[in-house]
């Protein structure tokens, strides 16, 4: 696994996955524009290092999670599916029959020791602490021309419940306002704003630190849909195969990762809120100004030669649509924890995560459909699933062309589809309410009698096994004929 960002980026060269642009490029828009296209392009396009941004001496890396291979390789596996089993394996122990089966159970039992961080006295993170930093030293991109400033796209930002002092970590960006004052644009359904709700109770000022560029397992974790709680640094340990080694900050009481680029501290007062917006969002809009709490830079610590990790979202697909898909392949193994039945899900790269969910049961009562739609709206992020398509377990959901095909011969308008009200994300535009509207789902199961469906379902065509493999043995000749 990779011990940084560095060593990331290092692989990534090796394996002709990222590209050196050596020419200035601006940060203002710029930088951006070139990343939309490179992730537009077939596959993801390749990682960029841009090693001079225009008017600043730090290189801006981005896309280095932009494809299927990088995702892979940024949470050491060849296919995201491995870590799925071993997410199984993890949380399925069986006791040991005898000594060697003991044995056998050690790397699981040293996966477990890696789930917890270790603090150290010393950090390349901190090799330079700079008090009176200055957010303006930063290559921070303005990613898309009505945006309402410059924005930290990529961080980590670690609170601490002020009152339990449990830890959360979250990606939320952060528009620049000045040269020592951010944004903080942690949506209500989401850990930090929850501990914020906690400090402006308690009439506390909040610490906040930033990490920005850990290695790759742990800013992938930032992002993932833990339940509240629990702490991403466990996700980040087992992913990465070792401890998180953690730094005390200098001048906040929090901890972040000793080997982040660059760490810029500060705090939340409660009360204050200032109008954060438009920002170019995932969803392909500028999602609407709105208020959000201020953070306040204490000091800015970082390496010698710092990079700055960021990201650009836009319409899809970008690089968010491969971390989101890490996270659809972690999750889905704990999912079915409570939900066995499920076989499978999906969430489409212009679905946005979750305008679309498609997911595959074992279905074995009536209406079992619609007891998956409920258990999604009522699960984690999973709330936010607006429309949710419900398929047997021979359907493959990963083929969007199948699905449609499926959905579409498969359901009654009138009858299969179940419609309710709740939270929606933040960045619902189409809901009357910010934050509040509806969802719908659709079940596209095929129908049992015992559901009210009388009529013989029809049987899918398909020709037998003796006229398949002529056509197999003739197609073979043919394709060799066309190359001829
Ligand atoms: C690139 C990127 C940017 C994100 N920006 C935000 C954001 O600005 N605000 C927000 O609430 N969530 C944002 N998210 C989603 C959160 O990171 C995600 O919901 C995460 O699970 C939140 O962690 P939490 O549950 O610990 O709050 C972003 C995700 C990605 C991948």
Redesign the pocket.
Known sequence: MFKDLNDFIAALDRERQLARIGEPVSPDLEIAAVTDRVSKSPGGGPALLFERPTGFDIPVAVNLFGSDKRICMALGVKQLDELASEIEELTSPKMPAGMLDALKMLPTINRLRDLMPKTVSSAPCQEVVRKNGSLDDLPILKTWPDDGGRYV??PLVFTKDPETGMR??????MQVFDGRSTGM???R?????QHYRVAERLKQRMPVAVALGPDPALAYS?????P?GLD?LLLAGFLRRERVELVKCVTVDLEVPANAQIVLEGYVEPGERRREGPFGD?TGFYSHPDDYPVFHLTCITHRKRPIYLT?V?GIPPM??YY??KA?ERIFLPLIRKTLPEIVDMHFPAAGIFHNIVIVSIDKRYPGHARKIMNAFWGLG?LMFSKTILVVDKDVDVQNEAEVAWIVGTHYDPERDIQFTRGPVD?LEDASDLPAYGSKMGIDATRKWPSEGFTRPWPKKVATTEDAARKADALWAKIQRGWKA
């Open positions: 796209t990529f959360n970590i979250g990606t939320y960006r644009h942690w949506q359904h989401k850990g930090g704003a930032a992002t993932a849909p833990m509240e991403e995932h990201t979202v690089e968010d971390l989101g996270s992020q933040d």
